[in-house]
């Protein structure tokens, strides 16, 4: 077991997926107690919990006592001391997993509760305390020549489940540092997370954002999450107040937002020069084996492909029927008619009816997984409750998963599509930690995303096959509202391709421009970062979307800048999940060319970190180290648009 592991999986990346989603500011007492997650599934109280976060303490020290006892004079059994330590760190690191979530779980439902707010610090401060007594473990490993390490494991089978994590160190030696210069970074990651932690408790807990006028009169507390429901209203002068009111509150903050900004990337500067790299894309990229030219490809490939993005945006602005496309007009519909809302129980229903192709075991266990009664999923906002969605999990628990959609206004497809996408997630982690041994039961972010947006794929696929049959079957007073509803479908279809692939890679563009400032000593700015910003608004977006100067600001909306080179995974894994998910629904309707498809899947979907991550998803039927799968993406994208283009040029 290597020692990054747990410091910086769990505390710096514990959140598998974050997106912004609606939030009505309701208090939580208001919510059914069905509907909300059970953080007791893992302790049943908070003594229980303290044992845990009490014994992790306690051991540290008989980890940190194996120094010396792998390589060196003292190391009489190298092999046998390394099998000891795994299976103490082992046990340190399932509890580890199970006291931060627990924590994490209580926490995130009242970011204002000091008292859970504490334990999170506390976890923090035992994190850099396990990576400061454990730095000397990567550089002793490392004194072992590879080649006696594999005798080692030859030798002892308890060592077969670590091969692939010794053989990933020894593959990035030239990174590894000393002892003392190990123990120094790991001393630094409680002053390296403050950015990030600033940032959440800023945006989820003190800021406030004012109350504006709805189209019936009614006074709406704004709040940051909340932009998602209201950005579709239909009335435009009600999605305007909404967006002035967000973004001004930002703009406010802008130089704190800036200064935090400059930290979190002076923070991936300090450790990418600590650690040798040429520059901080590659330092990311290496940790998980990605190569460089999967990022480069995908930011160079989709710059040059934004025009069925601005074709969209034009017939976006023909039928919305204005003189000026603006940022609030961005996301309402363009279709006639009231947009439906569901329950969650049907939403539930619409995806395990969606995703049949992936066999009745599958939806068994995502029905399971979202029946609000068996404790894994907490689904409606309340007031103070962290702001997007994510699944996450420990060892030897369910995974757990949380949203925030509007309890008044119930769910709107886009959101069952999240529901969809976050159930993914959760399927992933089940199965692989059900497959693989400890050390590779976790995955890579890069492969992470595929899981979930194969979901989603499948999904917006069937809606549109139903719609497209329906408009083609439909006769006389019929055939309009068909019309309609195509139109609707093709929409969203198109807009999460829009929003999970142009936009992240968008997003993408931004982060690594704005790191190559940091790295040239540039000042990183309100001014020089929201320039960044625009500009690459007005390049993705084309002439006919039209941008506030307050729309500048809308990098300082993104978390996910702080996880460091993470978005990027949305776009490769939407190019992947599309491939994917065709394959699987060609299959399921008998296509004998895709025979096989859709086993492959399940098995990647249990496959953790078994190998690498361009080869995991190579075995699932996907070559992300090609532009293939981009281009093939931006050409469907393109189809579409242009459907909608001939469909709403129809009387």
Same mark, same amino acid.
């Given at each position: 077991?290597?020692?990054?592991?747990?410091?910086?999986?769990?505390?710096? %990346?514990?959140?598998?997926?974050?997106?912004?989603?609606?939030?009505?500011?309701?208090?939580?007492?208001? +919510?059914?107690?069905?509907?909300?997650?059970?953080?007791?599934?893992?302790?049943?109280?908070?003594?229980?919990?303290?044992?845990?976060?009490?014994? +992790?303490?306690?051991?540290?020290? &008989?980890?940190?006592?194996?120094?010396?006892?792998?390589?060196?004079?003292?190391?009489?059994?190298?092999?046998?001391?390394?099998?000891?330590?795994?299976?103490?760190?082992?046990?340190?690191?399932?509890?580890?997993?199970?006291?931060?979530?627990?924590?994490?779980?209580?926490?995130?439902?009242?970011?204002?509760?000091?008292?859970?707010?504490?334990?999170?610090?506390?976890?923090?401060?035992?994190?850099?305390?396990?990576?400061?007594?454990? %730095?000397?473990?990567?550089?002793?490993?490392?004194? +072992?020549?590879?080649?006696?390490?594999?005798? $080692?494991?030859?030798?002892?089978?308890?060592?077969?489940?670590?091969?692939?994590?010794?053989?990933?160190?020894?593959?990035?030696?030239?990174?590894?540092? *000393?002892?003392?210069?190990?123990?120094?970074?790991?001393?630094?990651?409680?002053?390296?997370?403050?950015?990030?932690?600033?940032?959440?408790?800023?945006?989820?807990?003190?800021?406030?954002?004012?109350?504006?006028?709805?189209?019936?009169?009614?006074?709406?507390?704004? /709040?940051? *999450?909340?932009?998602?429901?209201?950005?579709?209203?239909?009335?435009?002068?009600?999605?305007?107040?909404?967006?002035?009111?967000?973004?001004?509150?930002?703009?406010?903050?802008?130089? /704190?937002?800036?200064?935090?900004?400059?930290?979190?990337?002076?923070?991936?500067?300090?450790?990418?020069?600590?650690?040798?790299?040429?520059?901080?894309?590659?330092? %990311?990229?290496?940790?998980?084996?990605?190569?460089?030219?999967?990022?480069?490809?995908?930011?160079?490939?989709?710059?040059?492909?934004? !025009?069925?993005?601005?074709?969209?945006?034009?017939?976006?602005?023909?039928?919305?029927?204005?003189?000026?496309?603006?940022?609030?007009?961005?996301?309402?519909?363009?279709?006639?008619?009231?947009?439906?809302?569901?329950?969650?129980?049907?939403?539930?229903?619409?995806?395990?009816?969606?995703?049949?192709?992936?066999?009745?075991?599958?939806?068994?266990?995502?029905?399971?997984?979202?029946?609000?009664?068996?404790?894994?999923?907490?689904?409606?906002?309340?007031?103070?409750?962290?702001?997007?969605? $994510?699944?996450?999990?420990?060892?030897?628990?369910?995974?757990?998963?949380?949203?925030?959609?509007?309890?008044?206004?119930?769910?709107?497809?886009?959101?069952?599509?999240?529901?969809?996408?976050?159930?993914?997630?959760?399927?992933?982690?089940?199965?692989?930690?059900?497959?693989?041994?400890?050390?590779?039961?976790?995955?890579?972010?890069?492969?992470?995303?595929?899981?979930?947006?194969?979901?989603?794929?499948?999904?917006?696929?069937?809606?549109?096959?139903? %719609?497209?049959?329906?408009?083609?079957?439909?006769?006389?007073?019929?055939?309009?509202?068909?019309?309609?509803?195509?139109?609707?479908?093709?929409?969203?279809?198109?807009?999460?391709?829009?929003?999970?692939?142009?936009?992240?890679?968008?997003?993408? /563009?931004?982060?690594?421009?704005?790191?190559?400032?940091?790295?040239?000593?540039?000042?990183?700015?309100?001014?020089?970062?929201?320039?960044?910003?625009?500009?690459?608004?007005?390049?993705?977006?084309?002439?006919?979307?039209?941008?506030?100067?307050?729309?500048?600001? *809308?990098? !300082?909306?993104?978390?996910?800048? $702080?996880?460091?080179?993470?978005?990027?995974?949305?776009?490769?894994?939407?190019?992947?999940?599309?491939? +994917? !998910?065709?394959?699987?629904?060609?299959?399921?309707?008998?296509?004998?060319?895709?025979?096989?498809?859709?086993?492959?899947?399940? &098995?990647?979907?249990?496959?953790?970190?078994?190998?690498?991550?361009?080869?995991?998803?190579?075995?699932?039927?996907?070559?992300?180290?090609?532009?293939?799968?981009?281009?093939?993406?931006? !050409?469907?994208?393109?189809?579409?648009?242009?459907?909608?283009?001939?469909? /709403?040029?129809?009387?």
């Amino acid at each position: 077991m290597t020692i990054p592991r747990i410091v910086l999986s769990l505390v710096l %990346a514990l959140f598998i997926a974050v997106s912004a989603l609606a939030g009505a500011a309701k208090e939580r007492s208001e +919510i059914p107690e069905k509907y909300k997650w059970k953080p007791e599934h893992i302790y049943s109280s908070l003594e229980e919990w303290q044992k845990d976060f009490n014994f +992790i303490k306690e051991n540290l020290d &008989k980890l940190a006592a194996f120094k010396g006892q792998f390589a060196g004079d003292d190391a009489v059994n190298p092999a046998k001391s390394m099998i000891e330590f795994n299976k103490l760190a082992e046990q340190i690191e399932i509890k580890f997993e199970q006291v931060w979530v627990y924590v994490m779980y209580n926490y995130h439902v009242d970011m204002s509760n000091s008292e859970w707010g504490g334990r999170e610090q506390q976890l923090r401060m035992l994190a850099v305390d396990y990576g400061q007594k454990l %730095a000397w473990v990567n550089p002793e490993i490392l004194l +072992i020549p590879q080649e006696i390490m594999h005798k $080692y494991i030859a030798d002892n089978p308890e060592l077969e489940p670590y091969r692939k994590s010794y053989d990933d160190l020894y593959a990035q030696q030239a990174h590894v540092l *000393s002892e003392q210069e190990e123990e120094i970074i790991a001393l630094s990651y409680n002053v390296t997370g403050v950015p990030s932690d600033v940032y959440s408790k800023l945006t989820d807990a003190d800021m406030k954002f004012g109350y504006i006028v709805d189209e019936n009169g009614d006074s709406v507390e704004v /709040t940051d *999450s909340g932009w998602v429901t209201w950005r579709t209203n239909k009335d435009r002068r009600v999605r305007e107040d909404y967006f002035k009111n967000v973004w001004e509150q930002y703009q406010a903050f802008g130089t /704190t937002m800036a200064a935090l900004m400059n930290g979190n990337i002076m923070k991936d500067i300090y450790i990418t020069k600590a650690r040798k790299y040429d520059d901080c894309l590659q330092r %990311a990229l290496d940790g998980t084996f990605i190569p460089v030219e999967v990022y480069e490809k995908l930011v160079e490939t989709t710059r040059k492909n934004a !025009a069925p993005l601005h074709k969209y945006n034009e017939i976006r602005k023909r039928m919305l029927g204005v003189d000026h496309y603006r940022h609030w007009d961005y996301y309402v519909s363009i279709s006639e008619g009231d947009e439906a809302r569901y329950t969650w129980e049907e939403g539930v229903m619409m995806v395990a009816d969606a995703l049949k192709p992936l066999g009745k075991q599958f939806i068994h266990d995502i029905t399971h997984g979202l029946n609000p009664n068996n404790g894994w999923v907490d689904i409606y906002a309340n007031k103070n409750k962290r702001g997007g969605a $994510y699944s996450s999990g420990c060892y030897g628990v369910h995974p757990f998963m949380l949203y925030n959609f509007d309890y008044e206004k119930g769910l709107s497809l886009e959101d069952v599509s999240t529901v969809a996408h976050e159930v993914g997630h959760s399927m992933h982690s089940y199965y692989s930690e059900k497959e693989q041994a400890i050390p590779n039961k976790d995955y890579a972010i890069f492969n992470a995303e595929v899981a979930s947006t194969v979901n989603e794929a499948i999904m917006s696929a069937k809606l549109l096959e139903e %719609a497209r049959k329906e408009y083609k079957k439909a006769k006389k007073n019929d055939k309009e509202k068909a019309r309609q509803k195509l139109i609707h479908i093709l929409e969203s279809n198109i807009d999460a391709i829009r929003q999970t692939f142009y936009r992240q890679t968008m997003f993408a /563009t931004w982060e690594w421009e704005a790191h190559k400032m940091g790295e040239r000593s540039e000042p990183l700015t309100k001014e020089s970062l929201s320039d960044l910003y625009y500009g690459l608004l007005k390049e993705f977006h084309g002439p006919a979307a039209e941008y506030e100067d307050l729309s500048a600001v *809308s990098w !300082a909306r993104i978390p996910h800048f $702080y996880r460091g080179f993470y978005v990027y995974t949305y776009a490769t894994s939407y190019a992947a999940s599309v491939a +994917i !998910a065709r394959d699987i629904m060609a299959e399921y309707k008998g296509d004998k060319k895709k025979k096989g498809c859709t086993e492959k899947y399940l &098995k990647y979907l249990a496959s953790g970190s078994s190998k690498h991550p361009v080869e995991l998803l190579k075995n699932a039927g996907v070559d992300m180290a090609t532009p293939a799968p981009v281009e093939s993406l931006i !050409a469907y994208f393109s189809e579409m648009v242009d459907e909608l283009d001939m469909l /709403t040029k129809q009387n």
